[in-house]
């Protein structure tokens, strides 16, 4: 019997008790109905004391009964009082092992939901965790993207002042310029010249010959036209000296200013 029992010990519960029942030797203390379909226990106090003992490690008949309802086995009373229990898939001639599963405990299934929770509790912080950083993120590319809107628009004040204060500055030179040559339009050769040395002094940048060869052509041909028409035959004759004058001041005024 104890060799038996240790044969036995490894055998899952339902092909134990489908190999119990397929046995002849016990039918008088459980088998199948006539059917095939559904075990009957015709003795409880045998199937403890000799059965039971002989397969299972555990045998008292409440154990046994409480793993035929683990695994799904309904139960029910015949008309003899028989306590008979059924099962769709554990039948004489159409056993399926495979779908007669275990079911879960009450401390089982509270301990995977505990797990559960458990991790459903993890993934709601990193989730949080998650949000909170991803708003972090989009909070210092909004203060970046205002810090450079503001750099840009300092710059384009900073040009815009500089090209305000270019075209001012251009402009008073124009009016500088135009009130030069205004000025040299009223002097005559020899203070004009003094005066240009001065200017060149000053403003040694500033290039005053096109100004000074303006206004001395204009000079030389408005002469020129009074002294064509004028009556006095040495007309000519004054004009020429009057052209050579000026080239020889203009002369001494260049070795002035390179002198200087």
């Known amino acids: 019997m104890i060799k038996n029992k ?14 119990i029942l397929q046995q002849n030797e016990y039918n008088d203390i459980i088998k199948w109905d006539d059917q095939g379909i559904n075990i009957i226990i ?3 106090f045998l ?30 009373k015949d008309q003899n009082g028989y306590l008979n229990y059924h099962h769709k898939n554990f039948a004489k001639d159409n056993y399926d092992k ?30 949080l ?29 900073f040009l815009e002042a500089i090209r305000f204060i270019r075209l001012q500055g251009e402009d008073y030179f124009d009016q500088f310029i135009k009130g030069i040559q205004t000025i040299f339009q009223g002097l005559n050769p020899a203070a004009y010249y003094h005066f240009q040395h001065l200017i060149n002094l ?6 005053i010959e096109e100004v000074q ?3 001395y052509q204009s000079e030389i041909d408005e002469q020129s036209n ?31 200013t390179l002198d200087s």
Do not use: W
């Open 6 to 19: 240790k044969k036995f010990n490894g055998i899952k519960f339902i092909e134990v008790t489908h190999k």
């Open 42 to 44: 015709m003795d409880k």
């Open 47 to 76: 199937l403890q004391q000799i059965v039971l003992p002989k397969y299972f490690k555990h045998s008292k008949y409440s154990s046994f009964l409480r793993q035929l309802n683990l695994y799904g086995f309904t139960s029910s």
């Open 98 to 127: 495979n779908n007669i599963q275990k079911k879960l405990q009450i401390k089982d299934i509270q301990k995977s939901l505990g797990i559960f929770q458990q991790v459903q509790t993890e993934l709601q912080s990193q989730l």
């Open 129 to 157: 965790s998650l949000q909170i950083e991803q708003n972090r993120i989009k909070q210092s590319l909004l203060n970046s993207i205002d810090q450079q809107l503001s750099i840009r628009c300092n710059i384009k004040e």
């Open 202 to 207: 000053v403003f040694k940048q500033f290039n």
């Open 213 to 215: 060869s303006n206004y």
């Open 226 to 256: 009074s002294y064509m028409i004028s009556p006095c035959p040495f007309g000519l004759f004054e004009l020429r000296a009057n052209i050579n004058a000026h080239n020889e001041l203009n002369f001494k005024n260049q070795e002035l």
